[in-house]
């Protein structure tokens, strides 16, 4: 979908819940604040939760109708708010603590990119978590974006993994109201030094 058309969507009504993803949730509530970016923010659910917390936390999207809507929450002065396409915009090398990526779906060689690109942006240590909708959805779950090569799988994100101190890289279950959705999560820190075939990672 292009900006447009999420802007169309933001303009009709709020599209998700104000609460964060209980998954997301549940690994980032006891982490110690620092600065964070979530990217594909869309109405910062997960932003301005985590600045809640105390972080730092840039948000990106290319729906500025989307971000207002997050703008408009309590507590958005704390976030950093940006209208920009992730595939193109850029954080600081080593810069950052978290990158969070909720459900954003690309083609594989463009998500492949960001989230390598992203690791990238990551002090030592820092963290990476990817959470979106599973490839095996279509069959055997409900809900979610139903083009096949833009979902995620645990073998899609390989090349990701392959970056990153894996902590957890698996097929999840999300209880919906219409049932029982899959889900991929990736959850990761980058290592103290990069692996000598991740040398693209730092631009
Ligand atoms: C399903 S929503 C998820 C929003 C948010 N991460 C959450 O979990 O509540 C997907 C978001 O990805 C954004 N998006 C999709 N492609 C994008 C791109 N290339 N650059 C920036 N944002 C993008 C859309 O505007 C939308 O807000």
Redesign the pocket.
């Known amino acids: 979908?292009r900006?447009e058309d999420?802007?169309e969507r933001?303009a009709e009504r709020q599209?998700?819940?104000a609460e964060p993803?209980a998954q997301?949730a549940a690994l980032l509530a006891d982490l110690p604040p620092g600065d964070a970016v979530?990217?594909?923010?869309?109405?910062?659910?997960?932003a301005l939760w985590l600045a809640g917390l105390g972080w730092h936390v840039t948000a990106?999207?290319?729906?500025d109708v989307?971000l207002a809507r997050g703008r408009a929450q309590p507590g958005a002065d704390r976030v950093s708010w940006v209208t920009?396409?992730?595939?193109t915009?850029s954080a600081e090398p080593a810069s950052l603590d978290l990158v969070?990526?909720?459900?954003?779906?690309?083609a594989e060689a463009?998500t492949t990119a960001l989230f390598t690109r992203a690791v990238g942006w990551l002090r030592p240590g820092g963290r990476l978590l990817v959470?979106g909708h599973d490839v095996e959805n279509l069959t055997a779950g409900v809900g979610g974006p139903q083009e096949p090569g833009i979902l995620h799988s645990v073998d899609r994100l390989a090349p990701v993994e392959a970056l990153l101190d894996v902590d957890r890289l698996e097929q999840i279950r999300r209880q919906t109201p219409a049932g029982t959705a899959l889900d991929t999560l990736l959850w990761g820190r980058r290592p103290e030094e990069m692996p000598s075939s991740g040398g693209s990672v730092s631009a």
């Not at 979530?38 to 997960?46: F, M, Q, S, Y």
């Open positions: 979908m900006a999420w802007d933001y599209q998700w819940s993803n997301v979530d990217l594909a923010a869309g109405e910062g659910r997960h990106v999207d290319f729906s989307g920009a396409d992730v595939t915009w969070l990526v909720a459900y954003l779906h690309l463009d959470l």
